[in-house]
C-alpha cells in the first residue's frame, strides 16, 4: 500500500493540493515509504520514480502532523475519515459520484474499510488490462461490477455504466454522509428511492440503507468484499481476522438478514500478487422478507 499512497502524494504535490498529501501521509504512516524508496521495494517503475523524486520533500513531509481526520473532495464526492474505535484506527472511504469515470467500475456508493492500514472491507481493483477491458464487453469482467463492489444488488440487477447512473441529493455533514443511489441503477431494479448513509462515531461505522421500491421480486442482497478469513462467531455478529489475528467486526439484525458466504479465487496473476492470496472473499447478506420499504443498518467496529 505504501507505493500507492507515494502515487496519492506525488499527485498531491504537482497539483499543491495539502487534501490529497495528507490523506497520503495517513496511510503512509502505518508504512515506512522512506525505507520501501531507498531499498528499491516498489513494484512499478512509476511508483519508484515519483518516490525517488519526491523522496526529500516527502521525507520532510512525513514529520509533520496531520491534523485532520476526515477529507471531503465535493467534485468527486469521495470521503475519506478515520476513527479510533476500541483500541483500532479504522479508515473508511466512500465513493459517491457516477459510472461514466474514466476507468470506470460501475461502484456509485461503494465503499472501503482499513484497519490499523491494512485492508478489510476491499474494491479488489482490476485484472491485467486486455482487450475486451476497452470494448463492449467490460462490464462483463467481474471487478467491474457492483455485485463485486459494497454495494446492494436489488431485484437482482446491478449498477450500470453512463453519466446519467449517478448519485443524488448528497448531504455531507460532520462524521456523516448520505446520498441516494437510486438513479445508479437501471429501471428494472424497479427502485423509487435508495438512500444510503455512513456515519463514524467511537462505537463504530454505521451504515443504513433506507429503500422504497416498486416492487421487491427478487429481492435485496448487500454485498461485502474482504481479504480476511470469515467467521460466524455468534448470531448476527462475523469476525474477520488474518492469521488468527481478530481484525474486524460485521454487526447486522440476524432476523432480517440471512448471511452468505463464498471463496473467490483469483486466477488472474495480477490480482494474485497484488493481494499476496490466490483467493479473496464474499460476504452476502440477504433480506429475508420481499417488503418493498424498509431500512438496512450495519455496523463495523
Known amino acids: 500500500m505504501a507505493d500507492r499512497a507515494v502515487k496519492v502524494f506525488h499527485h498531491g504535490k504537482v497539483q499543491n493540493n495539502q487534501q490529497l498529501m495528507d490523506t497520503?501521509?495517513?496511510?503512509?504512516?502505518?508504512?515506512?515509504?522512506?525505507g520501501e524508496i531507498t531499498s528499491n521495494k516498489f513494484g512499478d517503475m512509476y511508483s519508484s520514480l515519483t518516490g525517488i523524486f519526491d523522496f526529500d520533500f516527502l521525507k520532510s513531509y512525513m514529520q509533520e502532523s496531520v491534523s485532520k481526520d476526515?477529507?471531503?473532495?465535493?467534485?468527486l464526492e469521495l470521503l475519506c475519515t478515520?476513527?479510533?474505535?476500541?483500541?483500532?484506527?479504522?479508515?473508511?472511504?466512500?465513493?459517491?459520484?457516477?459510472?461514466?469515470?474514466?476507468?470506470?467500475?460501475?461502484?456509485?456508493?461503494?465503499y472501503t474499510i482499513f484497519v490499523n492500514g491494512e485492508p478489510a472491507i476491499i474494491d479488489v481493483g482490476v485484472e491485467q488490462y486486455t482487450k475486451k477491458s476497452?470494448?463492449?464487453?467490460?462490464?462483463?469482467?467481474?471487478?467491474?461490477?457492483?455485485?463485486?463492489?459494497?454495494?446492494?444488488?436489488?431485484?437482482?440487477?446491478?449498477?450500470k455504466d453512463g453519466l446519467q447512473y449517478r448519485t443524488h441529493d448528497v448531504i455531507k455533514s460532520k462524521n456523516a454522509l448520505k446520498m441516494n443511489i437510486e438513479a445508479a441503477y437501471p429501471e428494472e431494479a424497479k427502485i423509487k428511492s435508495w438512500v444510503r448513509s455512513f456515519k463514524t462515531s467511537k462505537a463504530g461505522i454505521l451504515i443504513s440503507d433506507v429503500y422504497k421500491l416498486e416492487q421487491n421480486l427478487k429481492g435485496i442482497v448487500l454485498n461485502n468484499i474482504t481479504p480476511l478469513e470469515i467467521k460466524n462467531v455468534q448470531r448476527g455478529v462475523v469476525e474477520l481476522s488474518r492469521n488468527e489475528e481478530k481484525v474486524l467486526y460485521i454487526k447486522y439484525d440476524p432476523e432480517q438478514l440471512q448471511l452468505r458466504t463464498e471463496e473467490i479465487v483469483l486466477t488472474d496473476d495480477k490480482?494474485?500478487?497484488?493481494?499476496?492470496?490466490?483467493?479473496?472473499?464474499?460476504?452476502?447478506?440477504?433480506?429475508?422478507?420481499?417488503?418493498?420499504?424498509?431500512?438496512i443498518r450495519i455496523k463495523y467496529y
Open 70 to 75: 476526515e477529507v471531503w473532495f465535493p467534485d
Open 134 to 159: 476497452f470494448s463492449s464487453q467490460r462490464y462483463d469482467i467481474w471487478t467491474m461490477q457492483s455485485a463485486y463492489h459494497n454495494l446492494p444488488t436489488i431485484n437482482g440487477t446491478m449498477q
Open 82 to 110: 478515520s476513527q479510533m474505535i476500541k483500541g483500532k484506527r479504522l479508515f473508511l472511504s466512500v465513493l459517491g459520484g457516477h459510472n461514466a469515470q474514466s476507468h470506470n467500475h460501475n461502484d456509485v456508493g461503494n
Open 24 to 34: 497520503a501521509k495517513k496511510v503512509m504512516e502505518y508504512y515506512d515509504p522512506i
Open 271 to 295: 490480482l494474485k500478487s497484488e493481494w499476496k492470496q490466490d483467493k479473496l472473499y464474499r460476504i452476502q447478506l440477504i433480506v429475508k422478507n420481499n417488503d418493498p420499504e424498509g431500512e
